[in-house]
Protein backbone atom coordinates (compact mmCIF):
# COMPACT_ATOMS: atom_id res chain seq x y z
CA UNK A 1 0.00 0.00 0.00
CA UNK A 2 1.13 3.28 -1.08
CA UNK A 3 2.35 5.81 2.46
CA UNK A 4 4.09 7.80 3.75
CA UNK A 5 7.12 6.42 6.34
CA UNK A 6 8.48 8.77 9.06
CA UNK A 7 11.36 7.07 11.57
CA UNK A 8 12.24 7.25 14.53
CA UNK A 9 8.82 7.39 16.31
CA UNK A 10 10.31 8.35 19.11
CA UNK A 11 14.02 10.04 19.73
CA UNK A 12 15.56 11.20 22.46
CA UNK A 13 18.57 13.79 21.83
CA UNK A 14 21.00 15.82 24.09
CA UNK A 15 21.37 19.43 23.89
CA UNK A 16 23.88 20.45 21.62
CA UNK A 17 23.42 17.58 19.11
CA UNK A 18 21.80 17.51 15.49
CA UNK A 19 19.26 15.12 14.81
CA UNK A 20 17.66 13.76 11.47
CA UNK A 21 14.37 12.49 11.26
CA UNK A 22 13.38 10.38 8.09
CA UNK A 23 10.56 10.49 5.43
CA UNK A 24 9.93 8.41 2.70
CA UNK A 25 7.11 8.33 0.47
CA UNK A 26 5.71 5.98 -2.32
CA UNK A 27 2.56 7.62 -3.49
CA UNK A 28 4.64 9.10 -6.48
CA UNK A 29 3.40 13.08 -4.66
CA UNK A 30 5.79 16.10 -6.06
CA UNK A 31 5.11 18.15 -3.11
CA UNK A 32 6.39 17.27 0.55
CA UNK A 33 6.34 18.85 3.95
CA UNK A 34 7.29 19.07 7.30
CA UNK A 35 5.57 20.37 10.10
CA UNK A 36 5.55 20.56 13.78
CA UNK A 37 2.49 20.23 15.93
CA UNK A 38 2.96 21.43 20.06
CA UNK A 39 -0.05 21.44 22.01
CA UNK A 40 -2.86 24.14 22.23
CA UNK A 41 -1.20 25.36 18.76
CA UNK A 42 -1.67 25.07 15.05
CA UNK A 43 0.49 22.73 12.95
CA UNK A 44 3.09 25.10 11.89
CA UNK A 45 4.98 24.56 8.49
CA UNK A 46 9.26 24.13 8.74
CA UNK A 47 10.26 23.75 5.51
CA UNK A 48 7.98 22.43 1.66
CA UNK A 49 9.07 21.11 -1.21
CA UNK A 50 7.19 21.05 -5.03
CA UNK A 51 9.64 19.27 -6.64
CA UNK A 52 13.32 17.26 -6.53
CA UNK A 53 16.07 19.49 -5.39
CA UNK A 54 14.23 22.67 -4.46
CA UNK A 55 12.74 23.61 -1.52
CA UNK A 56 11.26 26.69 0.31
CA UNK A 57 11.28 27.98 4.29
CA UNK A 58 7.91 27.55 6.17
CA UNK A 59 7.26 29.93 8.92
CA UNK A 60 9.67 28.37 11.48
CA UNK A 61 12.80 27.32 9.41
CA UNK A 62 15.19 28.29 12.02
CA UNK A 63 17.11 25.82 13.43
CA UNK A 64 16.06 23.28 10.64
CA UNK A 65 17.55 22.14 7.35
CA UNK A 66 16.32 19.69 4.85
CA UNK A 67 17.32 17.75 1.61
CA UNK A 68 15.36 16.97 -1.46
CA UNK A 69 17.93 14.82 -3.69
CA UNK A 70 14.52 11.94 -4.64
CA UNK A 71 11.36 12.70 -4.98
CA UNK A 72 10.47 9.93 -2.27
CA UNK A 73 12.58 11.16 0.11
CA UNK A 74 12.39 14.64 2.44
CA UNK A 75 14.59 14.12 5.37
CA UNK A 76 14.65 16.92 8.32
CA UNK A 77 17.99 17.68 9.97
CA UNK A 78 17.00 19.23 13.87
CA UNK A 79 19.85 21.41 14.40
CA UNK A 80 21.66 22.46 17.78
CA UNK A 81 20.75 25.86 16.38
CA UNK A 82 17.18 25.60 17.29
CA UNK A 83 16.27 26.39 21.02
CA UNK A 84 13.14 24.65 21.68
CA UNK A 85 13.14 21.06 19.45
CA UNK A 86 11.00 19.17 21.85
CA UNK A 87 7.35 18.23 19.86
CA UNK A 88 5.97 16.23 17.32
CA UNK A 89 6.94 15.93 13.99
CA UNK A 90 4.99 15.18 11.02
CA UNK A 91 6.03 14.51 7.48
CA UNK A 92 3.22 14.90 4.75
CA UNK A 93 3.13 14.96 1.06
CA UNK A 94 0.36 15.99 -1.79
CA UNK A 95 0.19 15.99 -5.07
CA UNK A 96 0.41 19.66 -7.19
CA UNK A 97 -2.09 21.23 -8.91
CA UNK A 98 -5.87 21.17 -9.00
CA UNK A 99 -8.42 21.16 -6.43
CA UNK A 100 -6.95 18.26 -5.00
CA UNK A 101 -3.30 19.28 -4.79
CA UNK A 102 -3.17 20.81 -1.00
CA UNK A 103 -5.10 17.31 0.08
CA UNK A 104 -2.08 15.77 2.46
CA UNK A 105 -1.33 12.76 3.45
CA UNK A 106 0.54 12.40 6.43
CA UNK A 107 3.18 10.47 8.00
CA UNK A 108 2.90 8.96 11.82
CA UNK A 109 4.51 11.25 12.98
CA UNK A 110 7.87 11.58 14.87
CA UNK A 111 8.06 12.71 18.83
CA UNK A 112 11.46 14.25 19.50
CA UNK A 113 12.27 15.22 23.33
CA UNK A 114 15.60 17.06 23.91
CA UNK A 115 17.06 15.61 28.00
CA UNK B 1 -2.77 38.69 10.01
CA UNK B 2 -4.07 35.53 9.19
CA UNK B 3 -5.90 33.42 11.85
CA UNK B 4 -7.90 30.11 12.18
CA UNK B 5 -10.76 29.78 15.60
CA UNK B 6 -11.86 26.91 16.47
CA UNK B 7 -13.16 25.67 20.21
CA UNK B 8 -10.50 23.81 22.26
CA UNK B 9 -12.38 20.51 23.48
CA UNK B 10 -15.74 19.75 23.41
CA UNK B 11 -17.87 16.85 24.41
CA UNK B 12 -20.65 14.98 23.93
CA UNK B 13 -22.37 11.64 24.68
CA UNK B 14 -22.05 8.34 21.78
CA UNK B 15 -25.21 8.28 19.51
CA UNK B 16 -25.42 12.02 19.56
CA UNK B 17 -24.95 14.68 17.22
CA UNK B 18 -22.28 17.49 17.40
CA UNK B 19 -21.24 20.58 15.81
CA UNK B 20 -17.73 21.73 15.31
CA UNK B 21 -17.87 25.23 14.48
CA UNK B 22 -13.84 27.05 12.62
CA UNK B 23 -13.95 30.71 11.98
CA UNK B 24 -11.20 31.98 9.73
CA UNK B 25 -9.74 35.30 8.79
CA UNK B 26 -6.85 35.07 5.59
CA UNK B 27 -5.41 36.57 3.17
CA UNK B 28 -7.38 34.75 0.44
CA UNK B 29 -9.33 31.34 -0.02
CA UNK B 30 -8.76 28.52 -1.84
CA UNK B 31 -10.56 25.56 0.33
CA UNK B 32 -10.85 24.73 3.98
CA UNK B 33 -10.12 21.64 5.00
CA UNK B 34 -11.08 19.31 8.18
CA UNK B 35 -8.70 16.58 9.33
CA UNK B 36 -8.70 13.83 12.17
CA UNK B 37 -6.45 13.09 14.49
CA UNK B 38 -6.34 10.46 17.07
CA UNK B 39 -3.86 11.19 19.83
CA UNK B 40 -0.01 10.58 18.88
CA UNK B 41 -1.34 9.82 15.39
CA UNK B 42 -1.12 11.37 11.85
CA UNK B 43 -3.77 13.71 11.31
CA UNK B 44 -6.13 11.75 8.20
CA UNK B 45 -8.27 13.96 5.64
CA UNK B 46 -12.06 13.86 6.24
CA UNK B 47 -13.61 17.13 3.89
CA UNK B 48 -12.88 19.82 1.75
CA UNK B 49 -14.80 22.52 1.00
CA UNK B 50 -14.61 25.34 -1.76
CA UNK B 51 -18.17 26.60 -2.67
CA UNK B 52 -20.34 27.46 -0.05
CA UNK B 53 -22.86 24.64 1.30
CA UNK B 54 -23.21 21.73 2.81
CA UNK B 55 -20.85 18.24 2.09
CA UNK B 56 -22.41 14.97 3.01
CA UNK B 57 -19.93 12.05 3.83
CA UNK B 58 -21.51 8.94 5.56
CA UNK B 59 -22.15 10.50 9.10
CA UNK B 60 -20.01 13.45 8.78
CA UNK B 61 -21.09 16.84 6.78
CA UNK B 62 -18.90 19.99 6.54
CA UNK B 63 -21.02 23.16 5.97
CA UNK B 64 -19.16 26.44 4.27
CA UNK B 65 -19.72 30.18 4.10
CA UNK B 66 -17.04 32.15 2.12
CA UNK B 67 -19.42 35.28 2.96
CA UNK B 68 -19.24 34.64 6.77
CA UNK B 69 -15.30 33.18 7.22
CA UNK B 70 -17.24 30.15 8.66
CA UNK B 71 -17.60 26.05 8.69
CA UNK B 72 -18.26 23.54 10.78
CA UNK B 73 -18.08 19.96 10.86
CA UNK B 74 -21.06 17.55 11.89
CA UNK B 75 -20.84 14.46 13.18
CA UNK B 76 -23.76 12.36 13.60
CA UNK B 77 -24.65 9.18 15.56
CA UNK B 78 -21.45 9.57 17.35
CA UNK B 79 -19.09 6.41 18.21
CA UNK B 80 -16.68 5.66 21.14
CA UNK B 81 -13.74 6.19 17.90
CA UNK B 82 -14.91 9.02 17.04
CA UNK B 83 -12.78 10.50 20.17
CA UNK B 84 -10.41 12.76 18.61
CA UNK B 85 -9.07 15.84 17.39
CA UNK B 86 -10.49 17.85 14.02
CA UNK B 87 -8.53 20.12 12.76
CA UNK B 88 -9.59 22.82 10.35
CA UNK B 89 -7.23 24.21 8.06
CA UNK B 90 -7.78 26.86 5.04
CA UNK B 91 -5.90 27.21 1.93
CA UNK B 92 -5.14 30.74 1.19
CA UNK B 93 -4.40 32.94 -1.75
CA UNK B 94 -1.00 31.20 -2.82
CA UNK B 95 -2.21 27.46 -1.44
CA UNK B 96 -0.68 27.67 1.78
CA UNK B 97 -2.24 25.96 4.41
CA UNK B 98 -3.21 27.75 7.73
CA UNK B 99 -4.09 25.64 10.81
CA UNK B 100 -6.29 25.97 13.31
CA UNK B 101 -5.04 24.70 16.87
CA UNK B 102 -7.77 22.11 16.29
CA UNK B 103 -10.83 20.69 18.24
CA UNK B 104 -10.17 17.38 20.97
CA UNK B 105 -13.74 15.89 21.06
CA UNK B 106 -14.34 13.75 24.27
CA UNK B 107 -17.41 11.21 23.84
CA UNK B 108 -19.16 9.82 26.23
CA UNK B 109 -21.06 6.66 27.18
Known amino acids: DGGITQSPKYLFRKEGQNVTLSCEQN?????MYWYRQDPGQGLRLIYY???????QKGDIAEGYSVSREKKESFPLTVTSAQKNPTAFYLC??????????????FGAGSRLTVL | GQNIDQPTEMTATEGAIVQINCTYQ??????LFWYQQHAGEAPTFLSY??LDGLEEKGRFSSFLSRSKGYSYLLLKELQMKDSASYLC??????????WGAGTKLIIKP
Open chain 1, 27 to 31: LNHDA
Open chain 2, 49 to 50: NV
Open chain 2, 26 to 31: TSGFNG
Open chain 2, 89 to 98: AVSDSNYQLI
Open chain 1, 49 to 55: SQIVNDF
Open chain 1, 92 to 105: ASSGTGGTGANVLT
